[in-house]
């Protein structure tokens, strides 16, 4: 190694850690709640929407591309979790794929514990805003953790084949979580 090269080596190993450091905050990785459980569907004020970023590309040779990407969607319920950084994609050609950093399930339920699935509700639109007919609408199962389960660095992946079939009609999203 040359003494250039041994300097660009030298500076990325002293400059890495700092990068790594500089990129999460102890408040964002230590987040906890003692929600009440709500067992009943969310009230309308509760359900995101997200409006398509990309619109459908008809006359051209089918390729895969992100249609709604759900950022930070973390969902706490007493003593079940998961954490951000986590997200749930879905493609044009009904491919998705979630990722959560931590999901964990400390609720006490009986005497051995209760599995819980976590799930992302969806109804697609034809409107923006989502107004207009429901083109679509799909329950993604995306994690089942047994009592005193502690994941780290959940990725699912999954297909919806409907949702491709029905993309090039779906302008918007609507959309809640449930652990049941």
Known sequence: MDTKQCTRYGLMLF????????????????????????????????????????APLSDMEPMKYSMFTLENIAFYRKSLHYENPAQFTIHNDGSWDFYASRIANFRRTG?????????????????????????????????????HGDARNVARSGRDEKFAERSSQIRCISYYQSWH
Do not use: F, M
């Open 15 to 54: 400059c890495l850690p700092l990068l790594v450091i500089g990129c999460s905050s102890l408040s964002e990785q230590i987040k906890v709640t003692d929600e009440e459980v709500i067992d009943t569907p969310p009230e309308a004020d509760e359900v995101n929407t997200l409006d398509v970023g990309v």
């Open 111 to 147: 005497l051995g514990g209760q599995t819980w699935q976590l799930t992302l509700r969806a109804k697609y639109y034809e409107e923006p805003g989502c107004t207009g007919p429901i083109v679509h609408s799909h329950n993604y199962h995306l994690y089942s953790i047994k009592y």
